[in-house]
Structures are given as C-alpha cells and as structure tokens.
C-alpha cells in the first residue's frame, strides 16, 4: 500500500529500523526488526547503508516486513555514491518484491570523497524515480536547516527543488523541540510546499545517544531535556523510561496543534517502540499489538 494513501487515515505512526552493516549481523537485526513489525504499525522504514552496501538487507528486510506482517514498508535509496546502473538495479529489485515507497535521499559524503559521477542532489534522484516507476517518494528535511547548508533560506530552496522534482511526502530530520517544527513547517508552506510532512521522533534512552546525534545533525537541544539527560544519564533504566515519556510528550503536544502523522527514529529497539506505543494508543485509537 502507498504512503499516500496511509496518510488519508486520522492519525499515523510509522518506526525506522536500519538493516545490518555485515551479514554477520544479520539474524540478530532482522529478529528486532520482525519484533517492531509484530506491533503492526501503520507503515515502517528500513534505511539503507551509505554507498548502498546495505542495500540488498534493505530489500530482504522490508520485503519480509510486508510479506509476513502485511506492515506497508518504505525502503530508502541513496545515490551520491551510486552510479546510474545501481539505483536502476535497486529500482527494479524494489519492484519485483513489492516494495511500493522509497524514501529518496543524497545520502552522508564518503569518507574516501568518492561521489557519484551521475548524482549531485537528491532531486535527480527524485526525478529519475518518478519517471522510471510508479513508486509513492517520500524525501528528507531539516527543520533546523541542514549542516552542510549555507543558510536557511539556502537549504529551503534545495527542499522546494526536491519537492517539486515529485515528492508526495516529507519526514524530518530529528528534533527536540517543537517549536522548531512549528515555525519551520510555517516556512515551508510560505515557500509553496504543501506535501504532507512527517515530525521525525527519537527517543533518546542513553546520554551517548544524544551526544552522537548532536554531532551529526546539529540538532538543538532544549536545557529541559539536557536537565533530563543529567539527571538520570547514570541510571540506564530510568534514562530508558525518561526518553521514552519524552518522546511521548512531543508527540502529544504535536498531536494537540494538527499534526496527526509521527515518524519515530527507533533505533531497533522493539522495547523502546513498545514503550512509547502503548502510550500512544488510546490517544490515535490504534488496534497495535503492544
């Protein structure tokens, strides 16, 4: 089923798992992520390892997500380290196991500077998708502005090229403080963007978890949740729960001023998915099996 058309429903939330770097690893992050999918969200993410060496466990991942749960996937599909050839292989590997939505991205820089000789921007991507299968496209975006962007005002320009080369939907890069999304979706839709656009949750349930997200996004954060962390950082059960009702409470008051569809950053982490489900479903009247 399309991305699209879940967004019809009242209320949505859909969880990121990420394939296995080795196949060494593989058994014990496909089981975490059939976990998640038991709990039957509306839809779930698989994401897909820079330079597309994960993409094979991408496919299988989702493809057994769908098959055995019936949990509409999106498989994600990068290219600044992806000639022409790859994203057409994986496009057709897409399409052969069922998988109907793709979240089209760059994708992080290689360490070695390699980039693609076919691919600068995810809106070539995007592009190059929309005209090669009737997938539904989801996209990337950074309430706060990207870290490599020069500006703000830069960064939205490059969004409104992605959205128009064919996005149906946007999920945003994470955030801890909702005002940040409030007055960056006003931008957006000052800009003429008016694709539905998905809050990206993380519940962080480990000081070093912050720390590393901090480092790769620049995200903000707000000196409520950094009290938080402080305080019960030494405790890792509490910190579990702390960032679990966290996340909860942003979602609430999201919930409370229109935003009806959640995306949470789960880390593979059916307990925390679980957690934060079980809040979650009496207020979007979900029949999820938590």
């Given amino acids: 089923m399309k991305i699209s058309e879940i967004l019809k429903e009242e209320y949505t939330l859909s969880l990121e798992v990420f394939p296995p770097k080795t196949s060494e690893s593989y058994t014990e992050t496909a089981a975490a992520a059939r976990e998640i999918a038991e709990f039957r969200p509306d839809f779930m993410s698989v994401t897909y390892g820079a330079g597309g060496g994960t993409g094979a466990f991408t496919t299988q991942i989702a493809s057994e997500i769908q098959r055995s749960f019936g949990v509409p996937t999106l498989a994600h599909l990068t290219c600044v380290s992806s000639s022409r050839e790859h994203v057409e292989h994986m496009l057709k590997l897409y399409r052969e196991n069922g998988i109907e939505n793709i979240l089209a991205l760059r994708g992080d820089l290689p360490k070695d500077g390699e980039l ?94 912050l720390q590393r997200s901090v480092a790769m996004s620049g995200t903000d954060v707000p ?23 966290y996340a909860a409470e942003q979602i609430i008051d999201l919930m409370a001023n229109g935003i009806h569809h959640i995306h949470v950053y789960t880390m593979n982490k059916p307990d925390v998915a679980a957690g934060l489900m079980r809040m979650l479903k009496p207020l979007m009247r979900k029949e999820w099996k938590v």
């Avoid at 950082?233 to 509490?238: L, M, R, S, W, Y």
């Fill in 223 to 245: 000196r409520r949740f950094r009290d938080i962390v402080d305080f019960f950082g030494g405790e890792p059960d509490a910190m579990k729960q702390a960032g679990i009702v």
């Fill in 116 to 209: 693609s000789r076919d691919y600068r921007y995810a809106a070539e991507l995007i592009r190059e998708i929309r005209e090669k299968g009737d997938f539904c496209i989801g996209g990337a975006c950074y309430p706060e502005g990207h870290i490599e962007a020069a500006s703000r005002k830069e960064d939205l320009t490059r969004l409104k090229e992605k959205v128009d080369a064919g996005l149906d939907f946007l999920t945003t890069q994470m955030f801890f403080n909702n005002d940040v999304f409030y007055s960056f979706l006003y931008r957006l839709r000052e800009k003429g963007i008016e694709v539905p656009v998905l809050p990206g949750i993380m519940p962080i349930t480990k000081p070093r978890q």
